[in-house]
């Protein structure tokens, strides 16, 4: 712990993996870990193409239900409404695939940094000059 000014304190500790920081005057810890500037470009680049292949497979979804919807509410079946069928729900289940391997690559990434994240060995860490940041 270190005095910041007028009684006020600022407690940092750490612990494995990753650093724990708690801060004065609230009652949540915090997981720091250390990543470079690439491996978080890669982290965003992997969340906005899950997120891409997802939102496209369910729109694919969504144009399959409509075009199953005609073969529930007449009897006669158009071969153009199957086809459109089947090319939807192939596209969909593709997006939901490429969107799962993108999401296992994330987390592939994400526990790489997490076991090369370890604590460093020595007193916590402490910020002796840092102002008051409350209001």
Same mark, same amino acid.
């Given at each position: 712990?270190?005095?910041?000014?007028?009684g006020k304190?600022? *407690?940092? *500790?750490? =612990? %494995?993996?990753?650093?724990?920081?708690?801060?004065?005057?609230?009652?949540?810890?915090?997981? @720091?870990?250390?990543?470079?500037?690439?491996?978080?470009?890669?982290? *965003? +680049? +992997?969340? =906005?193409?899950?997120? #891409?292949?997802?939102?496209?497979?369910?729109?694919?979804?969504?144009?399959?239900a409509e075009?199953?919807?005609?073969?529930?509410? *007449?009897? %006669?079946?158009?071969?153009?409404?199957?086809?459109?069928?089947?090319?939807?729900?192939?596209?969909?289940?593709?997006?939901?695939? #490429?969107?799962?391997?993108?999401?296992?690559?994330?987390? =592939? +990434?994400?526990?790489? @940094?997490?076991?090369?994240?370890?604590p460093l060995?020595?007193?916590?860490?402490?910020?002796? =000059?840092?102002?008051?940041?409350?209001?």
């Amino acid at each position: 712990m270190a005095e910041i000014g007028e009684g006020k304190q600022l *407690s940092i *500790s750490i =612990s %494995s993996p990753g650093s724990l920081y708690t801060p004065a005057y609230t009652e949540r810890t915090v997981k @720091i870990y250390g990543i470079t500037e690439a491996e978080f470009d890669q982290l *965003s +680049l +992997l969340n =906005s193409g899950t997120l #891409l292949f997802f939102a496209i497979g369910g729109s694919f979804v969504g144009l399959m239900a409509e075009g199953l919807y005609p073969w529930l509410v *007449s009897a %006669s079946i158009e071969r153009a409404a199957v086809i459109y069928t089947i090319v939807c729900g192939v596209v969909a289940a593709g997006c939901f695939g #490429l969107g799962a391997v993108l999401l296992q690559m994330k987390r =592939s +990434l994400t526990a790489k @940094i997490k076991t090369g994240s370890r604590p460093l060995a020595g007193p916590p860490l402490t910020t002796a =000059s840092a102002p008051d940041q409350r209001p």
